[in-house]
């Protein structure tokens, strides 16, 4: 046990930061390969993403292109489901090999209601990499293609999650009790 509080919560460890990183190493192999003589470019989510889509872009060998946008919802006057907005994707997404990099796919509705505004665009390729799966907790569908870890549906904090603002600064990926 390597109880640690986070606000009024106790979390135990899940992943060491060895797992994290070895998972990675991993995934950007796979990138690596599949993408080889490609240029993709890497659409990392903010905030959670960020510690995931650094350590990814670190192990990659091929030429790679990488922005950080962040998302907001809001009630569309009329619509009844959430709209989501991106901001701070300025680049043409015309043609290019997209990957969306997430820290986590839970019900899957962020990415759900995202997607359509991407392939709007028309990008020649569009995948998504995803270090934390809630494989039980999905409710809308979604294809992911490079998954570090499927977990259980409980709430984690660390390695660039937080529980309200607190605990993304930790090195490991920790479970509440
Ligand atoms: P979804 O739209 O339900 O897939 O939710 C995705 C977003 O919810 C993630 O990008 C996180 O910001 C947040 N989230 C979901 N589960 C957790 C968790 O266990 N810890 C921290 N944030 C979470």
């Given at each position: 046990?390597?109880?640690?509080?986070?606000?009024?919560?106790?979390?135990?460890?899940?992943?060491?930061e060895?797992?994290?990183?070895?998972?990675?190493?991993?995934?950007?192999?796979?990138?690596?390969?599949?993408?080889?003589?490609?240029?993709?470019?890497?659409?990392?989510?903010?905030?959670?993403?960020?510690?995931?889509?650094?350590?990814?872009?670190?192990?990659?060998?091929?030429?790679?292109?990488?922005?950080?946008?962040?998302?907001?919802?809001?009630?569309?006057?009329?619509?009844?489901?959430?709209?989501?907005?991106?901001?701070?994707?300025?680049?043409?997404?015309?043609?290019?090999?997209?990957?969306?990099?997430?820290?986590?796919?839970?019900?899957?509705?962020?990415?759900?209601?995202?997607?359509?505004?991407?392939?709007?665009?028309?990008?020649?390729?569009?995948?998504?990499?995803?270090?934390?799966?809630?494989?039980?907790?999905?409710?809308?569908?979604?294809?992911?293609?490079?998954?570090?870890?499927?977990?259980?549906?409980?709430?984690?904090?660390?390695?660039?999650?937080?529980?309200?603002?607190?605990?993304?600064?930790?090195k490991e990926?920790?479970?509440?009790?």
């Amino acid at each position: 046990m390597a109880l640690i509080n986070v606000h009024d919560k106790s979390f135990d460890i899940y992943l060491s930061e060895e797992k994290i990183q070895r998972r990675i190493k991993e995934i950007a192999n796979d990138i690596n390969k599949d993408y080889k003589g490609k240029r993709p470019l890497f659409i990392a989510i903010l905030n959670g993403a960020f510690m995931f889509a650094s350590d990814l872009f670190k192990s990659l060998d091929i030429e790679a292109e990488l922005c950080f946008i962040k998302l907001a919802s809001y009630k569309g006057m009329k619509s009844t489901g959430n709209v989501i907005t991106s901001i701070g994707l300025e680049v043409d997404l015309y043609d290019k090999e997209v990957i969306i990099v997430e820290d986590i796919v839970d019900t899957g509705k962020t990415l759900h209601n995202f997607l359509p505004k991407l392939i709007h665009q028309q990008p020649k390729s569009l995948k998504i990499a995803t270090l934390l799966y809630k494989s039980d907790a999905i409710a809308f569908p979604l294809h992911l293609d490079y998954v570090g870890f499927d977990i259980p549906d409980k709430f984690v904090v660390g390695y660039g999650l937080d529980y309200d603002g607190l605990g993304r600064n930790l090195k490991e990926i920790y479970q509440v009790v």
